[in-house]
């Protein structure tokens, strides 16, 4: 059956850095965009990033030089790299696959505070 399993979230310091982690199984991973949201508490689910099949990449304004999407088809693997945290970043972040029908993750949490 379809899998998401998000991993890598945690409790960081302002400034600092974590890579999100989001393993893939159940479809054709290398045809799917591929995209991290996330959800603030009392907040709607927003997009952070997203990568095609192709590798093209997208940034929420409020990421865009701070966070880094990427893939590897070989491993079935999306990563999300983020520096330069600040406080509103904090939320659960979920991973989501798409091709017309969407697939999502449980989420893990980020928490950015000092």
């Known amino acids: 059956q379809v899998q998401l399993v998000e991993s890598g979230g945690g409790l960081v310091q302002p400034g600092g850095s974590l890579r999100l982690s989001c393993a893939a199984s159940?479809?054709?991973?290398?045809?799917?965009?591929m995209s991290w949201y996330r959800q603030a508490p009392g907040k709607e689910r927003e997009l952070v990033a997203h990568i095609t099949f192709g590798g093209s990449t997208n940034y929420a304004d409020s990421v865009k030089g701070r966070f880094t999407i990427s893939r590897d088809n070989t491993k079935n693997m999306v990563y999300l790299q983020m520096n330069s945290l600040k406080p509103e970043d904090t939320a659960v972040y979920y991973c989501?696959?798409?091709?017309?029908?969407?697939?999502w993750g449980q989420g893990t949490q980020v928490t950015v505070s000092s």
């Open positions: 159940g479809f054709t991973f290398s045809l799917y965009t």
């Open positions: 989501k696959g798409q091709r017309g029908i969407g697939y």
